[in-house]
């Protein structure tokens, strides 16, 4: 059995087995809490031990211990009532000195009592100093308050003294100057500091900003604000700053609450002070800003040398979100820098482009140069053969049929003058190339066989010559036939605003042969001729600019472009621009296929070193520098691509928009995949084959390159179901597997006529075939029979024509067509026969049809389907 009592700090277990114990805790805990800098704080454990008292009555077992000279005031313990149980004899108690207490007397205990109360004495006592010595501090900081007001209200004063005097100088030094004009100008006397003994003044008030300043400029100062007197103010010191050990006492007095600033702190605060002060003082740069189409803020902000901090800022302000690598236009920029202080300059990114070309010549640095003559009529009138003749070389072997296929340009000497031809096809599908041949050329010679006389293509050559505004010489060809009629060459060029000089004009006119090599001299003096009329000339001694008369992709060299040098002199190694293509020139090879240095101007050359084909027609010119040369290319691919994007988005429109047309134009499209040599053919079969489309089918070129047909290209035509169309190119042995593989045919052609026909006659089957109906007769109904398994049989008598059986027929009732169908019986008495001619009678039965009335007229009829061309 366990019996436990409770007292006051005390515990009496009684146990059957165990002595009687009285226990009490000798130790006591609890928590402070300590506060150190920057704002943290930590609790810590505080261990109090305390003394253990004797009852009065038991027996002393040393000599009394003098009191300690300062106790802390303990509660007083009261002692226990006697329990009925009996307690073992206590064991002696050790105090703080070491010296075990037994029992206390009287008297004793009254001194330890009487010293209690002198420990509470003292403790008033010091609260009583500390009161005072707060109150003493607190008159102290009021001083030294009263005492800063009062230097403040003396330095304010101070300078008003010397603005006023400042202000009575000046006012007197005006004064003077308006009473003696004519007399020479003294020498200010300095009446402020110099700037530099300014600054040197502010940074001294930055360092002691306690002691006033009695000379220099004016400082502003903030006035001071008033502490309440009631209210003491807390000071801290260097002594507080630089406190270092944290103490329990400083922990547990109130002064440790303020938590006092680290000198790392002031040092940063002193420095943004200073790093403002800076910053206010600097003056405001305005700077002329750049500004393309788009451009990012961060590039925006670099512009106007601000921070992208104070950019975004502005935007937000504005209520918008925005982050420095998003893209704004070129409005919004320039309110953003106006907002700044700063001006703009709009650009645009064809500016890139500026210099570029048309460059401005001097007169004296002109220098003539040789005449460019195209060579320009109608198919088969012996344009190359004339060519051919002049260069005395065998050129028109290596055309296909006879025909040119490309431009040829060649150089030509004649009594020591170099003339440049260009040599232009005829075809009316290289139109287009035509074009640019006279927009390139200084003279065209119109080629007119004198047997055909003035075909179509020969009025287009005269109309491009005339819109290149460039003078015609006429050649009149092939006079050495027994057909040939000169005269009738000229008057029928008189429709076409050609005078030639012997019909009273001032167009030059020669009648050649090429085969007979016939006033070939002739023809060049003229050319000469004309030359001097016009006076051409070139600076050659300055960057080349020229037009691309040809382009290609060979196998061996890579891109080829076949240029005409306008002016200046281009050279190997010289940067050129061509199109949307750039490049390093690698060689210059001339029309005789020798490499050289430099082509001069009129001088056509082929450019090795491009990156890749450019259009015919493309202009070209020299760059300084690669950089330039790849961003002017860039952009003007950007363009191209924008150009297709925007016009594929207007053909493809939306899936159903492509289906309502298909349903309401039924339009059908052939598609091809075009590869040829060069891009001047490739030019002209587009523009053939746009001409063969109508408004139920047209040809779609899926892709065009110049080049050999590659695997790429059968993968193309196989996802987009077209046709490969070579043109003097031919496939490698990859695309041809593949082709024969994916079961895709491709088709080789060296002339542009049966390219032309194949897919004329091609596109023509995808034509619906044309509906032709034929009269046949009609007749007229005089009865109606009821015929069993036959239903109504109508009696009839043909009026006009005949009817035969299987036709289609038209029931008219009152001249409205109320049924139209086919017959399904034809009898003549009880024969079925195969018609019936006008002015017989016979019995006719539609299908599916009984609704006949004695009157009506029955029309025969005949439809054919007949297959439709292009």
Not at 232 to 252: F, H, I, S
Not at 431 to 451: K, N, Q, S, Y
Request: proline share 5%.
């Amino acid at each position: 059995m366990t019996d436990t009592k409770s007292g006051d700090d005390k515990t009496l277990s009684v146990n059957p087995k165990k002595t009687l114990t009285l226990k009490r805790p000798s130790v006591e805990q609890g928590t402070v809490r300590q506060n150190f800098s920057h704002g943290r704080s930590k609790s810590v454990v505080v261990e109090t031990k305390k003394r253990k008292f004797s009852r009065p009555d038991e027996p002393v077992a040393a000599a009394p211990v003098a009191p300690a000279p300062a106790p802390k005031p303990r509660p007083q313990v009261t002692p226990q009532p006697q329990s009925n149980v009996r307690e073992r004899p206590r064991q002696p108690q050790p105090d703080r000195s070491g010296v075990v207490l037994n029992d206390l007397s009287k008297g004793e205990m009254e001194a330890r009592r009487r010293a209690l109360q002198d420990s509470k004495v003292r403790e008033a006592e010091e609260r009583q100093r500390a009161v005072e010595e707060a109150k003493r501090r607190a008159e102290e900081e009021e001083r030294r308050q009263r005492e800063r007001e009062e230097s403040a209200r003396r330095q304010a004063e101070e300078e008003e003294r010397l603005k006023a005097e400042a202000e009575a100088r000046a006012r007197a030094e005006e004064e003077a100057q308006r009473r003696a004009p004519s007399a020479p100008e003294k020498a200010e006397e300095p009446t402020a500091q110099p700037p530099k003994r300014a600054a040197t003044q502010a940074g001294e008030d930055d360092d002691d900003e306690g002691k006033p300043k009695s000379k220099g400029l004016p400082v502003k100062r903030v006035a001071p604000t008033k502490v309440d007197p009631a209210r003491p103010a807390k000071t801290r010191g260097d002594d507080q700053r630089r406190r270092g050990k944290l103490t329990l006492n400083t922990a547990l007095s109130d002064d440790g609450e303020a938590r006092g600033r680290s000198l790392s702190s002031m040092r940063r605060r002193q420095e943004k002070f200073r790093r403002a002060q800076h910053q206010e003082q600097r003056e405001k740069i305005a700077r002329e800003v750049i500004l393309p189409e788009t451009i990012t803020i961060q590039e925006l902000a670099q512009r106007m040398t601000e921070r992208a901090v104070d950019v975004i800022k502005f935007f937000m302000k504005q209520g918008q979100m925005l982050k420095p690598g998003d893209v704004i236009d070129a409005d919004t920029a320039e309110l953003v820098a106006n907002e700044f202080g700063h001006t703009v300059k709009r650009v645009a990114e064809s500016d890139v482009e500026e210099g570029l070309f048309d460059i401005q010549d001097k007169a004296e640095d002109l220098k003539g140069r040789p005449p460019v003559v195209t060579i320009m009529g109608h198919v088969d009138h012996g344009k190359t053969s004339l060519l051919d003749a002049i260069r005395q070389a065998n050129v028109v072997s290596g055309e296909a049929g006879g025909i040119t296929q490309h431009i040829g340009a060649y150089q030509v000497e004649q009594d020591g003058q170099t003339i440049t031809f260009i040599d232009t096809p005829g075809h009316a599908a290289f139109t287009a190339m035509r074009a640019r041949g006279a927009e390139a050329t200084d003279i065209a010679i119109l080629v007119v066989a004198a047997d055909d006389s003035v075909m179509p293509q020969t009025i287009e050559s005269i109309n491009h010559a005339k819109a290149a505004g460039v003078p015609i010489i006429v050649a009149i060809n092939k006079i050495d036939k027994p057909e040939a009629n000169a005269q009738k060459v000229r008057t029928e060029l008189l429709q076409h605003e050609v005078f030639v000089e012997s019909m009273g004009g001032d167009v030059l006119d020669v009648e050649v042969s090429a085969t007979k090599k016939l006033n070939l001299d002739k023809l060049l003096e003229a050319i000469l001729l004309q030359s001097e009329v016009l006076e051409l000339k070139a600076n050659p001694d300055r960057t080349a600019e020229g037009v691309v008369i040809e382009a290609k992709l060979d196998r061996g060299r890579g891109s080829v472009a076949t240029v005409l040098v306008q002016t200046g002199t281009l050279k190997t190694g010289d940067i050129i621009v061509a199109g949307n293509e750039w490049g390093r020139v690698r060689a210059l090879v001339n029309d005789r296929g020798e490499q050289v240095k430099e082509a001069p101007p009129s001088m056509p050359v082929e450019i090795l070193g491009l990156q890749g084909p450019p259009q015919a027609g493309d202009r070209f010119a020299v760059v300084e520098n690669e950089a330039r040369a790849r961003e002017i290319s860039e952009y003007r691919q950007r363009l191209a691509r924008e150009k297709s994007v925007a016009r594929q988005a207007g053909q493809r429109g939306s899936l159903e928009q492509m289906m309502t047309q298909l349903q309401s134009s039924g339009l059908k499209e052939f598609p091809l995949i075009i590869k040829g040599d060069v891009q001047g053919s490739i030019e002209a079969i587009a523009g053939a084959l746009e001409k063969l489309g109508n408004d139920e089918v047209q040809a779609r070129i899926v892709h065009s390159g110049a080049g050999a047909i590659t695997e790429s290209d059968v993968s193309l035509a196989e996802t987009s179901g077209a046709a490969i169309i070579g043109f003097n190119v031919r496939a490698n042995k990859q695309a041809r597997d593949a082709s024969e593989a994916a079961g895709i045919e491709i088709r080789y052609y060296n002339i542009i006529y049966d390219l032309v026909d194949d897919i004329k006659a091609a596109m023509s089957g995808l034509l619906s075939p044309e509906r032709r109906e034929t009269f046949l007769g009609n007749a007229e109904i005089l009865e109606v029979f009821n015929v069993s398994k036959v239903g109504k049989v109508a009696g009839c008598r043909v009026t006009e024509g005949k009817v035969e059986r299987g036709a289609g027929v038209r029931l008219i009732r009152d001249n409205v067509v109320i049924h139209e169908g086919k017959l399904k019986t034809l009898k003549r008495f009880k024969d079925e026969v195969s018609e019936v001619p006008a002015g017989q009678e016979c019995g006719m039965a539609f299908e599916n049809y009984e609704d006949i009335r004695a009157g009506d007229v029955i029309e025969a009829f005949r439809v054919e389907h007949v297959t439709r061309t292009l």
